[in-house]
């Protein structure tokens, strides 16, 4: 996010940007040999979900970017559309993505109870208490999924 690319200053890309960053890492898992063609859809599903997520964190952040003249997905759609966008990219997740975990199920209906508060109720501080329950929720959903995966 540097000059002359600061994609945080491009609205919508500022969350995209997040979850090609995330696909990124993963992607660098297949690159010691396995073929570009076996990335599992959930893969990139899991990339939009981080942007979803980083929607959150803009709308959290939007008094102080807009009083820096920050242009985030947040201060060009507002805080309530912004909340609307991600809600209907989570809710896409969860009935589309094929996701089985439960663990993981569950920390994306958290999301989407989130951003549909968020999209009812315009409130920056309120946002900010539920992104640090949102990460509570997804450090143990990710413990849980870990545990079910290796433990199970």
Known sequence: SEPPI??????VLDSLSNGALVL??????YSYGAPVSSIPLTVYIASFAVSAIH????????SADKLAGTT????????????????ALVLA????SGIKSQSLRM????????FGILAVKDDERL?????SLSF??????????VYQQFYK
């Open 6 to 11: 600061r994609l945080k200053e491009k609205p």
């Open 24 to 29: 990124s890492v993963i992607l660098l898992g």
């Open 55 to 62: 929607a959150l964190g803009a709308i959290m952040d939007y």
């Open 72 to 87: 985030t997905t947040a201060t060009f759609f507002g805080r309530r559309l912004t909340a609307a966008l991600a809600l």
């Open 93 to 96: 997740i969860i009935f589309f």
């Open 107 to 114: 920390f994306f209906w958290y999301e989407a109870v989130t």
């Open 127 to 131: 946002a900010k208490h539920l992104f």
């Open 136 to 145: 509570l929720i997804a450090l143990a959903s990710i413990a849980i999924f």
